[in-house]
């Protein structure tokens, strides 16, 4: 068994708490030229912004973005797109309004969002302040944010032709990200998951990443012994079932990844995901967590 395709997540995992990808880390992943061992980001994100990150480190590469819902490959050709069915965001929106939550909507045309400007203005300071390193600088990230988004009162105000892929909510009490959760257990066509414990995010339930991830996989005609996986948080859970052959958590994971994970190592702040690639794909195979 060896390690032919590394899947890897971006927030908390490739990417450090200030939202960098580190030399190490860019280095780990050019020298897994050398190996033929593929590099795969899977992410929440979407396309265009976990692209930037990668080109701007100079890293070419595939691409399973809004958790499972769109899967490209490293020439940017969509393979395939899985949108949540109207009935399903009617659900969502419901749910969400019965919690008094407002919701960030990524679609085929951009970023939707039904709070107020001023209140994402707020909210993206407190999430941005940690990562800035100015007054200025985090003025110009807020701004450059919110003119991606296009502001409404509910998804009825979509235009016609735009397509939801994933619904988000941020910002909110930890107790009630598990009410919403047991809520939407009763919608088994839809996916809920957590990049952190103050965000729920809504997919269609076969728009998961380790789903898109067998998917890509087999078509690279690649066994899932030979993937290794790179994951810190609940939405990343789909990555770490036993098919896998190398399930890696991050020291920073939630509780429910590393318990589920083969193996573990270092932490974003501490370049795990090279130090994962050098031990795991490079160096002495540790053994398997029992």
Known sequence: M???????????????????????????????EQTGTEFLICTGREYHDAKAFMEAAGITCGYICLSGAAVYDKTGQAHKKIPLTPENAADVERIFNSYSITMDILTSHGRYSTSSREQKAKSVSSFLSRRTSSAA??????????DTVTFIESLESLPEHVTVFKVCGNDILSETVMEMKEAF?????????SSFPTNIELTNADAQKGIALKAYADLRGISLDDVMTLGDSDNDSSMFTPEFGWTVAMANAMPCIRDAAKYHTKSNEEDGVAWAIEQFVFGQKPEKRS
Request: aromatic content about 2%.
């Open 2 to 32: 060896s390690i032919r395709l590394i899947a890897s997540d971006m927030d908390g995992t490739l990417l450090n708490p200030k939202a960098r990808i580190s030399e190490a880390n860019i280095e780990a992943i050019r020298k897994l």
């Open 137 to 146: 600088e985090l003025e110009q990230s807020i701004r450059q944010y919110l």
């Open 185 to 193: 257990s009763h919608h088994p066509e839809l996916a809920a998951a």
